[in-house]
């Protein structure tokens, strides 16, 4: 039971999966695409093609003469000809190559998997040939009966709706028989359109239904057993390339949450050179002041820049600053026993008399509350 393929492929297994070129791809949705295109592109070309058919029959009737006829350059001969038939395939077969470059992209997304056209040598052997013709030709191969019995289905279900569409207006063909060419070439191009739109139609539905098999059939065939995933997990966490990067993000993420938090802070304390610490103190939120950034070092000097810009007063008291920095997480309040010394600083920055000792950096910022 363990080893029982139960549950679904982890991202990373996809990803691995996925550059080894193991995609779920519908040929059957591909197929019905590329007609379908092909269809509208002749639909939409028509006019186009039927000039240039024109074009070459005027051409071809127009130099009949033998005597205009030289048969030794026999490329000046076929040239007006190839020029017209590459005029006429050209924008219809970079039309499907497009469609069929879309269609791919669709399917699979931007993908080079080199692992595919790597040649494997074990299966080049005479005993792994010799297998594999085995199961390609065995029609009771499981897999070989499943494609023949979809085949065959494909083919009725096609089939009948492109006979639908001639039984369905099969009056309208007898009563053909003595009308003018006209009307019957009319008739009959409404008719084989009906039955191509019909053919199209069935083929998209059955593409639809092959590519939810396909995808079904993939996510089977990638599923992983629990001990698989426990172990994937594992690895992850234990790359030491990806647990640096998760610090990186988590150190990244908090200096910048605390270089944003300076602006709104009520004081900074400084130790000039080395410590600054950001408090804010708001009563409804919390009972004590809180530390709401801290830093050493260049870290210390941005929270200084900051608060300046800002007009955050900076006051220098290298004790304190460096009490703070040791012993109070950010978002964190202030102990107990440093209350005395910080209520001295907020009083002194409200306005209100500190103690002389104290120097603020930027006086103007102390008015401006």
Not at 240 to 267: G, H
């Amino acid at each position: 039971m363990a080893d029982e393929r139960t549950e679904e492929a982890t991202p990373r297994r996809r990803e691995d999966e996925r550059k080894k070129g193991n995609v779920a791809r519908s040929q059957d949705m591909t197929a019905a695409l590329t007609i379908t295109t092909g269809v509208a592109l002749l639909f939409v070309l028509s006019p186009f093609i039927l000039e240039k058919i024109s074009n070459l029959l005027y051409y071809t009737f127009t130099h009949l003469n033998p005597d205009e006829i030289e048969m030794n350059d026999i490329i000046a001969l076929f040239a007006p000809y190839a020029k017209i038939t590459g005029e006429i395939l050209l924008p219809f077969l970079l039309g499907l190559m497009v469609t069929a470059i879309i269609i791919l992209r669709m399917q699979v997304g931007a993908l080079f998997a080199t692992e595919k056209i790597r040649p494997k040598m074990d299966k080049l052997t005479p005993g792994s040939i010799v297998n594999n013709l085995k199961k390609m030709l065995n029609p009771f191969e499981p897999r070989n009966m499943l494609e023949i019995g979809k085949s065959v289905l494909k083919m009725s279900i096609v089939g009948y709706c492109g006979f639908s569409a001639i039984n369905g207006r099969k009056d309208e063909l007898l009563g053909l028989l003595g009308v003018d060419i006209h009307t019957a070439f009319a008739v009959l191009a409404s008719i084989l359109t009906q039955m191509v739109i019909n053919i199209c139609v069935a083929m998209l539905i059955i593409g639809f239904i092959d590519k939810k098999y396909q995808d079904y059939e993939y996510n089977k065939s990638i599923k992983m057993t629990k001990q698989e995933v426990k172990d994937e997990w594992k690895n992850m966490e234990g790359d030491p390339v990806i647990k640096s990067k998760i610090r990186s993000a988590q150190m990244q993420f908090m200096k910048q949450k605390m270089l944003n938090a300076v602006p709104q802070a009520d004081v900074v304390v400084a130790n000039p050179t080395h410590f600054s610490v950001a408090l804010k103190y708001d009563k409804d939120i919390a009972p004590a002041p809180v530390v709401v950034a801290k830093g050493v070092d260049y870290m210390a000097f941005k929270i200084r820049e900051i608060a300046k810009a800002n007009g955050v007063p900076i006051v220098e008291n290298k004790p304190l600053a460096r009490s703070l920095y040791k012993l109070v997480q950010v978002d964190h309040v202030i102990p107990a026993d440093l209350y005395v010394a910080v209520a001295e600083i907020l009083a002194f920055v409200y306005g209100k008399d500190g103690p002389p000792k104290m120097r603020i950096n930027n006086p103007n910022a102390a008015q401006r509350r």
